[in-house]
């Protein structure tokens, strides 16, 4: 795959080192998704959609598997910590490149702060006693920004372990679910009585309910990120897809099942707390009660990787001569200090924000992020089509290649602009993505306009 010629040559600074193992990414690329999309997004699907949220899932795992697939292609053959801006700024410009990396950049610093928050907030409920949420918050965001700025491996070790600890509880709900909805628990089986009404709120309900569901899928996309820091990434990263797409489809859709299963799909604890909801009628509230201290790690886990994803983008960007040329310079460990350093700033600033304005502070945030995730996803389907072509046409090895080329890519590329158009058409959600668009539409003129005088300044400097 050629690189395009609009880009400018790479600065050539102290580069990252391959630290992970194929494990870390396996177990990284499970755990990513294992978050509180799963935990408390489920509860928000269920109430846009009812039952037909499983539609919604089953929509946006068939992308998810595709996608995956198609940035497993590209980052096999070429493996860099810019991943989907990387490839886009090859295939479809250096705008596009900038876009997507800054728009997900700024994506992951927010969630980052948001999830500094809502662990801080959940664990000061766990433990009334102890300090207030604005304290726990500034314990994560300093304990695990001095993480990422150690070497990569203690940092994928630390996700190895936590991503554990979540695919096991994930694992062990399935199980203690499906035990209840056959009988084997002390609580009476619900049956199939709670599946009466299939959509009540019919179509728009779950197209309402998608945004929310592609979101919960946020966060695999990270193993391409990582790829550019393991060994032997060409094997590592097919790996890791193969044993990855599966399986999170069976714990989503398998988790929603269950809880719609159980309860009834309109009530409150569904909502609020589908997870602790089930255990709770499946006469376990003990198990359901260390839901909570589950969800902290979950968020925590989430937010070491995102911090680090945040980190290695702005690095790629910075190499790439889209942002300050310090945040391209690294440590003789290989860790881009000013990137980590700049990649955590918001998530500070949401210490003192929470000590002023309390939990306003959170809701702000989850509002903020909104459906950047969508632009990744066609970002990702455009680059892969083009620079397949290219392979093609130069003849260079693919040594992971994407199903069912080129149909099954253009097939996703129309189902995603489809879901993105009914989403445009329903009045709940349309105000998001036009705004995402906007700001997508702003990046990459402004992208376009730096790599121009870049060039220019380039070449007056021959």
């Known amino acids: 795959m050629a690189a395009s010629s609009a880009e400018l040559s790479p600065r050539t600074e102290e580069r990252l080192h391959a630290g992970l193992r194929a494990r870390h990414l396996i177990m990284m690329s499970l755990g990513s998704a294992i978050g509180a999309g799963l935990f408390v997004g489920a509860g928000k ?111 994928g070790e630390f996700e190895f372990w936590f991503s554990l600890i979540k695919v096991i509880f994930v694992t062990l709900f399935l199980i203690v679910g499906v035990g209840f909805l056959l009988g084997w628990t002390s609580a009476p089986s619900p049956g199939l009585g709670n ?103 979950a968020l925590l ?6 911090l680090y994803g945040s980190s290695r983008m702005l690095y ?35 210490v003192p924000a929470t000590y002023l304005w309390g939990a306003e502070v959170l809701d702000r945030l989850l509002a903020v992020v909104g459906s950047t995730l969508i632009v990744t996803w066609l970002a990702t389907i455009g680059s892969q089509i083009v620079l397949r072509r290219r392979a093609e046409r130069d003849g260079t090895a693919l040594p992971l290649r994407m199903w069912g080329h080129p149909y099954l890519s253009w097939a996703v590329l129309v189902l ?8 445009v058409c329903n009045a709940d959600v349309r105000s998001q993505v036009l705004s995402t668009a906007a700001v997508v539409l702003a990046l990459w003129l402004a992208g376009a306009v730096h790599a121009r005088i870049q060039a220019r300044r380039a070449s007056l400097d021959r």
């Open 301 to 306: 886990s989430s937010l070491n990787a995102n």
């Open 195 to 297: 599946l009466t009404e299939f959509a009540p709120h019919g179509a728009g309900g779950v197209v309402a309910a998608l945004l929310v569901v592609i979101f919960a899928f946020g966060g695999i996309e990270i193993v391409a990120v990582a790829a550019a820091e393991t060994r032997d990434p060409e094997h590592a990263v097919g790996r890791a897809i193969r044993a990855t797409v599966w399986r999170i489809l069976v714990f989503y859709v398998g988790s929603v099942a269950v809880i719609l299963l159980a309860l009834p799909w309109d009530s409150k604890a569904v909502a609020e707390k589908p997870f602790v909801a089930v255990l709770d009628a499946a006469g376990l509230p003990a198990v359901g009660a260390t839901l909570g201290v589950v969800i902290v790690v």
């Open 45 to 155: 699907g269920i109430a846009l959609a009812g039952p037909a949220v499983l539609v919604a899932y089953a929509l946006a795992g068939v992308v998810v598997i595709a996608v995956m697939r198609m940035l497993g292609e590209m980052v096999a053959a070429d493996p860099n910590p810019g991943a989907f801006s990387y490839y886009a700024g090859r295939a479809l410009g250096p705008g596009a490149g900038f876009a997507v990396g800054w728009l997900w950049w700024v994506q992951l610093c927010l969630v980052v702060a948001a999830e500094a928050v809502a662990a801080a907030a959940i664990l000061n409920g766990l433990l009334p006693g102890g300090p207030p949420v604005w304290v726990w918050a500034l314990i994560f965001m300093t304990a695990l920004t001095a993480l990422n700025l150690t070497a990569v491996r203690g940092f």
């Open 316 to 350: 790629s960007l910075a190499e790439r001569r889209m942002a300050p040329a310090a945040a391209a310079r690294a440590t003789g460990s290989g860790v881009p200090v000013t990137a980590v350093l700049a990649s955590s700033v918001i998530g500070f600033l949401a």
């Open 416 to 423: 995603l602009l489809v879901i993105v158009t009914a989403a």
